[in-house]
């Protein structure tokens, strides 16, 4: 192993330890090639269980939004959602029309919408949209519900059908039955790890199961513009639509930047989970159970890691931890 990798492993494993994950694991790619893959733990902390290898595959929890934009930005792309700055109510009528106000899909789709709701599904309003910014799960929900009314298709099947069938993907699957392959979820490390399953596979609910592998793929295939091996998979355009910053330019500079929910690299801000040292143009998504996947353009890097604790870098230290990863592998590449 280079010494500018050895940084890098030893802060995914020293977070493992920490934390009291069972698993971890992570991918390098330079230049469309993996230039270090490493895997290591078990798919559960209870006795007996399986080592973790090549073909386990992770839950991905939230990070299952950067799959679910790609879909977005296809609706954006053939013209099914006319613009990103369509009033929300245009395409959910059956919501609030008042407590939608002026929600734009550009807000839904930036965690700048101020929507939220209560346990028994209430919709209510934290703040006018494009005057702050929350991440909250009902922008999520109703983008994929759109999604499958616009197509008459989940997101899942549509990804399925257009990217991962050409891409030859067979570990990306949202789960609803135990299977060995599948890496078991830590909710308290002093409780046996329990799997994420869900009651179905239209994308509703976090049982997306992906493996570090192809989840670096995913990373690469939008580092490449939809490009494969001189295969256009995926418009170029679609992936611009994604990965460029689609935020107005809200007056707080400290509040992070997206896409189409990927968080984007425009100039370094308190409040984003990328790094100061990362380059601008560069774009992330993570999720609660550990997973993450940074794509460094400037330098032709995509890096995946996945852990299998929820809550990795809780309290104060959350964003310390999450900007100090991005920082440290652009660093190994500066």
Request: proline share 3%; with cysteine; glycine share 6%.
């Amino acid at each position: 192993m280079s010494d500018k990798f050895k940084e890098i492993v030893n802060w995914v494993e020293n977070i493992n330890v920490r934390n009291r994950s069972s698993a971890s694991a992570l991918i390098i790619m330079k230049d469309n090639n993996i230039v270090l893959e490493n895997y290591n733990g078990f798919h559960s902390n209870s006795d007996n269980s399986i080592p973790v290898t090549l073909t386990s595959k992770f839950n991905v929890a939230s990070a299952r939004k950067c799959y679910l934009e790609l879909a977005v930005a296809f609706a954006l792309y053939e013209g099914k959602i006319k613009s990103l700055d369509d009033y929300a109510i245009e395409y959910f009528d059956e919501l609030d029309e008042k407590i939608l106000g002026k929600t734009t899909i550009r807000h839904l789709v930036t965690h700048s919408h101020g929507l939220n709701e209560t346990d028994n599904g209430s919709v209510f309003r934290e703040f006018e949209p494009g005057q702050g910014w929350a991440y909250r799960g009902i922008n999520i929900l109703m983008m994929t519900n759109l999604i499958k009314k616009l197509y008459n298709k989940s997101f899942p099947y549509l990804l399925k059908e257009r990217v991962f069938r050409p891409l030859g993907f067979k570990e990306t699957s949202w789960e609803t039955k135990e299977n060995e392959s599948l890496v078991k979820v830590i909710d308290n490390p002093d409780k046996k790890a329990s799997f994420k399953l869900g009651y179905s596979n239209d994308g509703s609910e976090s049982n997306l199961h992906v493996s570090t592998r192809e989840f670096a793929y995913w990373g690469n295939l939008h580092l490449n513009k939809g490009n494969l091996n001189g295969k256009q998979i995926v418009p170029n355009e679609v992936i611009e639509i994604a990965t460029q910053v689609q935020n107005f330019n809200n007056k707080n500079k400290d509040l992070p930047q997206n896409g189409l929910f990927w968080y984007v690299q425009d100039i370094p801000r308190k409040k984003s989970e990328i790094g100061d040292r990362v380059p601008q143009g560069s774009y992330q998504i993570l999720g609660i159970t550990g997973p993450t996947i940074l794509v460094i353009p400037k330098y032709n890097v995509v890096v995946a890691k996945m852990y299998n604790k929820r809550y990795n870098y809780g309290g104060d230290h959350y964003l310390y931890y999450l900007k100090e990863f991005s920082n440290i592998v652009a660093d190994a590449f500066k």
